[in-house]
DNA sequence: TTCGTCATGTAATGGGTTACATGATTAC
DNA sequence: GTAATCATGTAACCCATTACATGACGAA
């Protein structure tokens, strides 16, 4: 009845943000644009669709045999979904929570992937709440590792150091991001945490 | 009826191996020993057990009101499970499988952990299959990430460089892990990918 | 005309959590 | 005696996937 999943939720209201789109276009875009994530199916998405227009959210706009009334994709497009008002009200109002819920796992990445459209003190409290939790993971990783360390066989051992590395590389990336917003060169030009990486030629990473 | 869950079967029967426990301890194990991965609950690992116990793979002791049964932990043990040699069987066929599954994102932490009991060229068919994996992965956000770039706002572009940066950390820490298996320091002793790092000690973390 | 992609959906199932219910044991 | 932790369980729900069903369009 309500499929009310949080970051599909937040997903879609933000692409449609931008611009109507239909599912499949819809689905795509979850892929790509905001690909790091997990892609939702079909079995999700559409039944989302569904609640989200009965929540007064969306519009259903039928773009049945006329091939002029679907100028965006140069080809069929069967059900078009628009945001109303009171969809952008709502995407707003989920813009502006800073609360735990948008520390956790799920949440933190579309967040961050919406940045672009969120106010900057809540930016600061939503980077600095998601290294907080970190820090706290980190330390009851440590404590544990502390009390077992001994009975623990190489490989074990091998894939707690490993997991804890890459929560400590996540803490230092959120700190550079924290203390570019700081700076104030986080609004939406003049990318954050530039160091004159080439995206194309990644090497010199760590070690 | 079934509650087959793969990860959680695996990591109970690979725990339950090494000593017998009720399932409380288990559960608490799952978080420190095999902390890593994530903690199951309770409605969880209950049910689960009384299936492994129906398929014949577990036994339940009770021990009730007797203090000298449950020398274990020094308190009281309600039901102890133990493993019944069809179950070591099970687990070990389970050991012995290199197929895709165990490269998956859900199944490989288990499996790595467990290493310490699986054949040496399982566990490189494991590693490697991995890696390609990731590698796939990689070239798809790659390829992904050029047909976009131009479009994308910058918080958006550096949620995905830090999502492949990710990826490529986890290629590289496997090329060490196989590069060690492959000078054949990856039985049981000598741990993999040995740098002098100190597992106490983990200051440089933040800047 | 057949194949790949576009496009939309539903029913069954899976895998897991939350909230609840119960009660024993230990420590204060 | 009361609070925390140990210990076991169940029912209701949640989120999402899989498999299936359907069909239109474009290109070979």
Redesign the pocket.
Known sequence: ?????????FAVLGLLRESPM???????RLNTSLGVF?????????????TLVAQGWLT?ETAP?D?LA?PL?G???????RLTSAGKEHFEDLLAQSGPDAWED?QFGVRFAFFGHTERDVRMRVLEGRRSRLEERLERMRASLARTRERLDDYTLELQRHGMESVEREVRWLNELIETERAGRGRAKGRPADQGRDDTDPTDTTT
Not at 1 to 9: A, H, I, N, Y
Not at 38 to 50: D, E, H, M, N, V
Request: hydrophobic residues 30%; charged residues 35%; glycine residues 8%.
């Open positions: 009845m309500s499929r009310r999943s949080g970051v599909l939720e239909h599912g499949y276009e819809l689905r795509k997990r892609a939702f199916s079909y079995g999700t998405l559409y039944p989302c669709l569904k259903e045999d091939p679907a994709a080809r069929r497009a069967k059900i078009v979904y799920e």
